[in-house]
């Protein structure tokens, strides 16, 4: 699947996230790579920011957080449209739950791992 094909998935399952996920998001962008900096396919997504369990006083001029979907990782880990769908769905969820304050640990135990 090439580049802007793979964004235009990613933006469609972003709009089938719950409304209440998604509105909360600020200052916030979603990005799509094709690799992480080191050129592994072992990382699907980043969160990069401070999570909002961790802002004292924010929103005076910071550089947006920034969640980042990487193509290549979660193309070669799938065998269908339908389970890269599903992938990249739980890797917003993931990535979101970042921002949200939620740690990795707990996202496992919720099965959002």
Known sequence: MDAD????LVG???DELPDEMVDGLDNVV???EDRPEDGTLDLLGLYDGV???ERGQYGFGEMPD?????????LAMVE????LRDQVH???VHE????YGIDDEKLHELGWG
């Open 66 to 74: 920034r969640i980042t979907i990487y193509r290549e990782p979660l």
């Open 96 to 99: 979101i739950a970042h921002y």
């Open 12 to 14: 469609d399952e972003l």
């Open 80 to 83: 269908t449209l339908d389970e």
């Open 30 to 32: 979603i990005v799509v």
């Open 51 to 53: 999570a909002l369990t």
């Open 5 to 8: 094909a793979f964004e235009q």
């Open 90 to 92: 739980v890797t917003l």
